[in-house]
């Protein structure tokens, strides 16, 4: 099963509008983190939040928000007052605390359009 | 600088052809990752290392080895690149001596800036 699924393989929002991006998690680990990842055209991994399973409250870091609902297992990306530059890939990834490897799994991504 | 370099940055190459990616990282972080990138699939974990003498197969390591040389350097090798191993190629770091906490305001996983490889 996947453990990372995001719906939306392509969005397209209007500049200075709000957009969100999807995404839902499977695990049976109590105790685990979820990150988004903005991937421009130009290749780099450009980490944007983090929400651990623990957090009382949604993280946000300026213009991004993460809009976490545990019981739904979904940690939807929301960025408001969308910019040009906005236009990327967004990848939602997950580490599990058991996972011996402490990788990040990521799901298949959403390439997010904004136009002018 | 940039704390996580990758080289190449691009390369193509032939079928049956050995190529290495290398990975080198002044971060001072001891665990290093090899992650692939295929169109609609994400990133998977091809490698990870948690120091130097500790080397872990990762989702989809068949085709591929790896080295650490260094806390600092992790490369990885195609010992006979084939066509499908075309895809961008990620080196990571993370420093897990917080790893138990889970909480952070601090990148988890830092990239490198990827290697595109074609193989024909």
């Known amino acids: 099963a996947q453990k990372i699924t995001q719906t939306q393989p392509g969005m397209f929002v209007q500049e200075k509008e709000a957009v969100t991006l999807d995404c839902t998690y499977d695990t049976s680990d109590p105790s685990y983190g979820l990150f988004w990842y903005k991937q421009p055209s130009s290749g780099e991994m450009i980490f944007l939040i983090y929400q651990g399973s623990y957090d009382q409250q949604n993280a946000t870091e300026g213009r991004y928000s993460l809009n976490f609902q545990k019981a739904r297992k979904s940690a939807n990306l929301v960025i408001s007052a969308s910019q040009l530059g906005d236009s990327a890939m967004y990848f939602c990834?997950?580490?599990?605390?058991?996972?011996?490897?402490?990788?990040?799994?990521f799901g298949s991504g959403t390439q997010l359009t904004v136009l002018p | 600088d940039a704390d996580v370099t990758q080289t190449p940055r691009n390369r193509i190459t032939k079928t049956g052809k050995r190529i290495m990616l290398e990975c080198s990282q002044t971060?001072?972080?001891?665990?290093m990752y090899w992650y692939r990138q295929d169109p609609g699939l994400g990133l998977r974990l091809i490698y990870y290392?948690?120091?130097?003498?500790?080397?872990n197969k990762g989702e989809i390591s068949d085709g591929y080895s790896v080295s650490r040389q260094a806390q600092a350097k992790f490369s990885l090798s195609l010992e006979s690149a084939i066509p499908n191993q075309t895809a961008l190629y990620f080196c990571?770091?993370?420093?897990?001596?917080?790893?138990?906490?889970?909480?952070?305001?601090?990148?988890?996983?830092?990239f490198g800036p990827g290697t595109r490889l074609t193989v024909l």
């Open positions: 990571a770091t993370s420093d897990d001596r917080l790893a138990g906490r889970l909480r952070s305001s601090y990148n988890e996983q830092f």
């Open positions: 990834a997950m580490r599990e605390a058991s996972g011996s490897a402490r990788q990040l799994t």
């Open positions: 971060k001072g972080h001891d665990r």
């Open positions: 290392s948690f120091d130097v003498k500790d080397i």
